[in-house]
Structures are given as C-alpha cells and as structure tokens.
C-alpha cells in the first residue's frame, strides 16, 4: 500500500466520479429535453449536482464561516482570523473581533486531528466568541506539507500544545475535543514540571481517550484486533505528485473517511437518496441540512503516517497516558505534577466513539490535584458529536464550561516562604 501509485489511483477514483456527477448534471440540464418532459432526465441532473458537490468536497478545506458575532452594545462587529503562532504542522489561530474590548477568559480550543479539519469545530467556537477571546489550532492537512519538513508524531504534537499554551499565557483556559484530550493532559503535565508559571488556569476535556480501556467501543475494538504491521501495510500510502508533499508517508483521509462510511452505510445512503430525490423535486436548498452536515462531514485531511501510528499504538494499545507512562522528548511525564490546574472532564451517555469511563479517567492520573480543583460531567442523552457541538452543549455543557472558567480564572497561591528562625 505504499506506494504513490495507489494514492494517485484513490484520487483519481474520486476525480472521475466527480467529472461523472457533473458530466450527468449538464447533460441533463440542456434545455432540449425540456421538450421530452420525463423525470429521467430531473433524477440525472439530481444525481449529477449532488454526486459533482459531494466528491469535490473530499479535497477543499472548509472556510470557517464566522463572519461576525453580536457585541454587547447590540451591534455586529466582524471576526478576523489571525495567525497568532506559524508553523510546518499546524497553527494556532485568533478569532480577532475588532472594536471590541478584549473578553476576560482567554479560551485556547484544541482541535482534533483525526481526519477532518479543524472546521468540525465551527458551531463551538460561534458559541464561545460572545464571551471569550477564543484560540484554535488549526492543523494542515499532511498533503500540502514537503518532506523537508520532517517527521510529526505524537510527541511532537504535544510540544506543539506546550509551545501554543506558553505563547498565550498562564491566563488561558484550554478546552480539547476528543482525540487531543490525553496528549493535552500531557501537554499540561509537561508544563507543570519544566515551566511551571505557563501553565494555564483550567484543563477541560471533552470526550476523550485518556483509558481507552475503560469503555469498550469499535474504536478499541479495533485497535486491539490488528497489529501494527498489518495496520502499517494497509493503512499508510504515499502522498502523490499531485500535491506538495509528495513522497511523504500518510494515513489518507479519503480511505478514513471510506472507513466512517462504512460504518454506518445504511443512514448515509437514505440521506443522499432523499437528497437527490429532493433535489430533483425542486424542493433542497443550497444550505439546507444534508448540505451543512455533509460539506463538512466529507472534507478531510490526510495524518502523517506516524502520527497516527503512534496514536494507535502508544495511546490506545500501550496506553502510556492512562499508564502514566508517557515520554516526550526523552523525559516522562507525570500526569500528578498537576497541581494548580482545574480539570474538568465531559462525556456523553451516548457516545460511542469515546465511552463514558475512558474521559472521566483524567481525574483519577492527576493525584496531586485536590478534589476541588477536579469536575466531571456526563450528559445523558448526548452522543459523541453533541457533547461540542450540538443542543447539549448549547444548552447545558456550555453554560457549565464558562462556569468552570470563572471559577478557576484567579491566579493560584503560590506557597509562603518559610521564614527563617
């Protein structure tokens, strides 16, 4: 599987039914038939939009879609995204609202690379920005990144977070979504035993697998049934000459998402049926509800080959966080080092990507925390995707989240000098 060869075959695969949907799409569309009023040729032109849009999706990164957020005066004030900290593998992004005065909670979002872009967090970080100066990582797609650049692995991420976290300040409050929540904790942990005064005020973890152990899912399931070497041979490929980083080992997002697919491939096929029937009735919309989730649901980015080797191997089937056994750059980290930073941890009942038990895991590493800086919540009702981003996190994690910032927003005690008799 690694060779450039079976990379350019999967994009080619997905070029042709792309050029497929929109060849069917205009020659359906001639106005010609008109004369011959039969609903073949509406069903065509239905299935060619639909398949032209949902193929050419695979490879653009969504745009944020934040344009503006309501201030406190009444008004619309436009969002800026900056670029606050550039680099090879990822950057850490501002939300920059202008002519407005700086929010008091300086919030640093962590999102997931696991496939999609970190645009899977857009309707979150629209739910913050009234309230909170609001940070995002914003990792590339390992395509576009040259070989020169080097490796980028699990490790490396970490440092990355450490790297974001020391540039905003003690005064941050970090939120992570779902895979970064045990690298994030390391991270955090990393901090507190090299450069105490930066770490942030408060940790809240969303959904993560800090134990994967802890809850048994098809996620866990899998990675206990293959070994690396066969992982390896069939999961990793090589960037083609399309794209800059040819040559570079990666695990696809195309063959991820052909994976997410198949998983639950009867739902995915009756919401693209009543799309297209919907569609050919006249009666879709440009941005009605399969457009919004799917746009964004079939946008996705390849990983580096070894960091999500590693992913697998150190944090699922070692599990060297959930061990406390985690090594970063030749030094351990020890997750009890933690010992001003408020942790807090969310779980959805429902979730059955990261169970209940394998989040909430978090607390029980951090020793050297007192139970009053330690909070967990578990939503009943919420699956996975609705713990960040859906009517439970509007409505009831939200609302707890902000809580836990303001709680934990003073500057911690530092020990008193003993003085000297």
Known sequence: MKYMATYDLMEA??????????????????????????????????????????????VIKPDWGIRSVVGEDGRDHLVNVEIAVRKPFGDLIHFKVPN????????????????????????TVASLLPDCEVYVTDWHNARDIPVSAGKFDVEDYTLYLVEFMRH???????????????????????????????????????????DPEAAATEVTDFGRSVTMGQLEHLA??????????????????????????????DRH??????????????????????????DEYLAVMDMTAEFYLSTVERIFKKREIARNDFVVAGKKVDIGAITSVAVKTVEGANDDISAPGQCVAALKLCTGLPDSKKASHLEPGAGHYGIFAGKSWRNNIRPLVLSFIDANSAPPKKPAKLQAV
Not at 24 to 40: E, Q
Not at 110 to 116: F, I, Q, R, T, Y
Not at 240 to 265: D, E, I
Not at 269 to 294: C, M, P, Q, W
Request: charged letters at 15%.
């Open 168 to 210: 905003l300040g003690p005064d941050t409050h970090v939120i992570a979504v779902c895979q970064p929540a045990p690298l994030t904790l390391a991270a955090t942990a990393y901090l507190a035993a090299e450069d105490p005064d930066a770490q942030p005020r408060s940790l809240t973890l969303i959904g993560g697998p800090i």
């Open 236 to 265: 990793i490929q090589r960037v083609g000459f399309k794209y800059a980083g040819a040559g570079r080992l990666v695990y696809p997002g195309l063959l991820q998402l052909a994976g997410f697919m198949s998983m639950n491939s």
């Open 100 to 123: 407005r005065a700086p929010r008091a909670r300086k919030v640093m979002l962590v999102a997931p690379m696991s496939g999609h872009y970190a645009t899977l967090l857009r309707s």
């Open 13 to 58: 695969t997905r070029n042709t039914n792309e050029w497929l949907g929109a060849s069917a799409r205009a020659f359906a569309s001639y106005p010609i038939w008109g004369l011959v009023p039969h609903p073949a040729f509406k069903l065509m032109s239905a299935w060619g939009r639909v398949t032209e849009r949902s193929f050419a999706r695979m």
């Open 269 to 294: 096929l009756k919401a693209f049926t009543d799309k297209i029937i919907a569609a050919a009735k006249g009666t879709d919309s440009e941005r009605d509800a399969h457009n919004v989730f799917y």
